[in-house]
T-cell receptor, first 113, second 115 residues
Framework: AQSVTQLDSQVPVFEEAPVELRCNYS??????LFWYVQYPNQGLQLLLK??????LVESINGFEAEFNKSQTSFHLRKPSVHISDTAEYFC???????????FGSGTKLNVKP | GEEVAQTPKHLVRGEGQKAKLYCAPI?????VFWYQQVLKNEFKFLIS????????ETGMPKERFSAKCLPNSPCSLEIQATKLEDSAVYFC?????????????FGPGTRLTVT
């Protein structure tokens, strides 16, 4: 079975500052990795995903995440955050065999003006 | 459709009453998943379907929870005799599955409040 750890439950940051949201996973098999974002009172939206190939993946709104197999991590980064990035971010791992997602406990990103 | 649809948006039930939630997956998606998000924002996997067949039900509290995905009908999640601890947002997700994509597309959720 897989597990996902998001160590930071809340991350306060000022607008235009860089941010990193950490995600570590444990798995004995190859996995797919995802970051989802949840805005208040809404469902999850896919931010970016790693399936194979380049270990650095990017989203259309400036976020990027790097798959590090040796450290079993998939940290999410953005060089300059905006107020509109305030949301909760969930890291997820999918077992390639069973198409089942395991979610981290989420990190609340609070961008202050 | 192009989005996962969930109804109702909000549901209030007295303790002991039945609750039934519905999910229409994206057209062409073979897999449907149900998750429960409780106050701490943790997502708990409940059950998944491959077409109308149960794929994985390891997260289901079988005593009171049941789910179905029948052909030509929305999928449903039913809770018999609700308890206060069932208060949560229930999310449905669908995916194409197989070798095409493991990405799950989530619906807006149904907020169940048990009083």
């Amino acid at each position: 079975a897989q597990s996902v750890t998001q160590l930071d439950s809340q991350v306060p940051v000022f607008e235009e500052a860089p941010v990193e949201l950490r995600c570590n996973y444990s798995s004995s098999v190859s996995v797919y990795l995802f970051w989802y974002v949840q805005y208040p009172n809404q469902g999850l939206q896919l931010l970016l995903k790693y399936l194979s190939g380049s270990t650095l993946v990017e989203s259309i709104n400036g976020f990027e995440a790097e798959f590090n197999k040796s450290q079993t991590s998939f940290h999410l980064r953005k060089p300059s955050v905006h107020i509109s990035d305030t949301a909760e971010y969930f890291c997820a791992v999918s077992d390639r065999d069973f198409n089942k997602f395991y979610f981290g406990s989420g990190t609340k990103l609070n961008v202050k003006p | 459709g192009e989005e996962v649809a969930q109804t109702p948006k909000h549901l209030v039930r007295g303790e002991g009453q039945k609750a039934k939630l519905y999910c229409a997956p994206i057209k062409g998606h073979s897999y449907v998943f149900w998750y429960q998000q409780v106050l701490k924002n943790e997502f708990k996997f409940l059950i998944s379907f491959q077409n109308e067949n149960v794929f994985d039900e390891t997260g289901m509290p079988k005593e009171r929870f049941s789910a179905k995905c029948l052909p030509n009908s929305p999928c449903s999640l039913e809770i018999q005799a609700t308890k206060l601890e069932d208060s949560a947002v229930y999310f449905c997700a669908s995916s194409q599955g197989g070798s095409v994509s493991y990405e799950q597309y989530f619906g807006p959720g149904t907020r169940l409040t048990v009083t």
